[in-house]
């Protein structure tokens, strides 16, 4: 009788902890995935493979005095920019921890790297920062993972380290919630559509959507980021695509590309004198039309600063160039690739660069030095000599000071 006694008060306390738990109030930053992937949708995406470190709590503030928050005033761009960037990416909670941010300066300064790129809003719709924008503040879309910004774009600038900023633009769950008048619908259900990490869309063609990216990125080029750089810049891949609705896309009289090309062109006029660049599908450089997401290489090229196709050896289809398994074979992908891409744009006028985004993560084989090294090595020997930026979604970098030590 004591046992079944004992066992009944030991049961009625775990479940009135348990629902203590369930209901505490608890503020729960939406964390990315903890996978390589976000590795990309449709497998091609740079952007997406993501694993990481997120700090316990999250500002979610709206800030009365950002002054207090930012420190320093605005800065201004890198007088003297490197003329070939050599960047590895940062995520926005890696940005905001000190220690980490520490680490990855010194990696910088004892290897060939001269570059960063910072999230400032990535896959979550949150801008990293404490932004003043009326728009993002009615919408909630502030997590500050970066409390002093101004200051961390000053320190990189003095040990003259370029500053760009990374923005995902048609993929903002956060938006999508605010204004569901902009979002993709799901012609079934007739609620908002979701892709297959559960993620909502603005139609890319929705011109309000445009001018909100285009404002953070002002604001961004005002803090004093050298370049901004332009993400899901793109039709949906994945998911359901039949079943999607475009509340402003025309899908039966006008094409995908000539969505995205008008919002690239609309972008270079009211982003007049500010680098920008594009992250584009690795695909790009081989196929010549627009992949079913309306980019184009040609399109890009003729708007942005700088052009970054994703060419991530392991994101390519069993077979490509023969090969079972084309993660293995880094050099061939990246060089195939690249000389692809030169060849089709070396005759068109405009001053844009290449600069390929290359793989620092292991998926479908081990990213070693070796193979970091042979994905630069192609790069040079596809006649693409602008640079090139590394994708480590954990930002490691492991295999980072072995392979681009200086001499």
Do not use: C
């Amino acid at each position: 009788m004591l046992k079944y006694f004992i066992v009944v008060i030991v049961v009625t306390a775990f479940l009135y902890g348990l629902f203590l738990f369930l209901n505490m109030e608890r503020e729960v930053a939406l964390a990315p995935s903890d996978s390589l992937s976000s590795v990309p949708e449709a497998a091609f995406d740079a952007e997406e493979a993501e694993d990481i470190e997120e700090p316990a709590e999250v500002a979610r503030v709206v800030s009365s005095n950002p002054g207090r928050i930012q420190g320093i005033e605005n800065q201004k761009p890198l007088p003297n920019p490197p003329e070939v960037i050599k960047a590895i990416y940062v995520t926005s909670w890696i940005a905001g921890t000190p220690s980490r941010m520490n680490e990855l300066i010194k990696l910088i300064k004892e290897t060939e790297l001269n570059a960063v790129v910072i999230d400032i809003k990535d896959y979550s719709g949150y801008v990293a920062y404490d932004i003043q924008n009326e728009d993002v503040i009615k919408y909630r879309a502030k997590e500050i993972r970066i409390p002093r910004v101004n200051a961390l774009i000053k320190q990189l600038h003095d040990e003259g380290i370029y500053v760009i900023a990374r923005t995902t633009v048609f993929q903002d769950p956060l938006l999508v919630k605010a204004r569901p008048d902009l979002a993709l619908k799901n012609k079934v259900s007739g609620g908002v559509w979701y892709d297959n990490k559960g993620l909502g869309w603005v139609d890319p063609a929705a011109k309000e959507a445009w001018d909100y990216n285009i404002a953070i990125a002002k604001d961004a080029a005002e803090r004093g980021f050298d370049e901004i750089n332009f993400d899901y810049i793109r039709f949906a891949s994945d998911g359901k695509l039949s079943e999607i609705g475009y509340p402003f896309f025309q899908e039966t009289t006008t094409l995908k590309q000539s969505v995205l090309r008008d919002f690239f062109e609309y972008l270079r006029k009211e982003l007049n004198g500010i680098v920008i660049s594009a992250d584009l599908f690795g695909l790009v450089t081989v196929n010549y039309d627009d992949l079913g997401i309306g980019q184009s290489l040609e399109d890009a090229y003729k708007y942005f600063d700088a052009v970054a196709p994703m060419v991530y050896a392991s994101h390519y289809a069993r077979t490509f160039l023969g090969f079972e398994n084309p993660a293995a074979h880094p050099y061939e992908v990246v060089n195939y690739s690249m000389a692809s891409a030169n060849q089709r744009l070396k005759n068109l006028e405009s001053a844009s660069k290449l600069r390929p985004w290359l793989q620092h993560f292991d998926l479908g084989a081990i990213y070693d030095a070796a193979k970091i090294k042979a994905q630069i090595q192609a790069t040079y020997d596809a006649g693409v000599t602008d640079g090139w930026m590394l994708w480590d979604p954990s930002n490691r970098y492991l295999y980072v000071r072995e392979a681009l030590r200086l001499e």
